[in-house]
């Protein structure tokens, strides 16, 4: 009987370190995907422009080893909620690694949302602006499911934020007005899209795809270019 416990033991701890093995192989071998393509392909390398652009928002190091460009949204909910993990991440690699911001709108309030965040952005309230329009988000985001009889008025509510971030709401209605930034966010909605983009927020580490949206294979990818 004891011998055959301890054969049932073994077997048991064989089963987990194959299981252990097996993880890490399939964590390393997804997170190879790159940006470019195959050195034997005839298709021409995606540039890096098509990642970062020179008025893209940055946070961070300029001279940072690692860069993470963010495709979000900023009416999407799983941006809104993956956001604490990215500025926390930011913190933890403070100087070695800096975030850049491109745009993927793809809700009905995106556009303006955007809007009123670069608009804040040239009053100096960039990172205040994207960071309150997450955390207010159910306020003024399309919901899925039936929506409301009398929906939120989403430009007042902008407004209202920019007021509690002591902006200057005429500046940001002349933006607004003038539909100023929508070359730039159709930019970086094509960027995107010929990046592979399809959903967001999509994060790619020094032109590394993300995955799987998880803290630790982020960290991971982050760690792996460190070394490199």
Partial sequence: MKKEVKILGAIAALVLIAAGVGVNYYRNSVQKERVTTNTNSNKPQISAEQLVRPDSPTLGATDAKVTIVEFLDPECESCAQFNPTVKKILKEYEGRVRLVVRYMPLHPNSMLAATYTEAAGEQGKYWQMQELLFQR??????KHGPQ??????????????AI??????????????????????ERDKKDGQSLGVRQTPTLFVNGRKLVRLYESDLKSLIEEELKN
């Fill in 164 to 185: 509690e971030l002591g902006l200057d709401v005429e500046k940001i209605r002349s933006a607004v007005k003038e539909n100023r930034y929508f070359a730039k966010l």
């Fill in 148 to 161: 409301p009889s009398q929906p939120p008025n989403v430009p007042a509510l902008f407004e209202k934020y």
């Fill in 137 to 142: 988000q159910p306020e003024w985001g399309t």
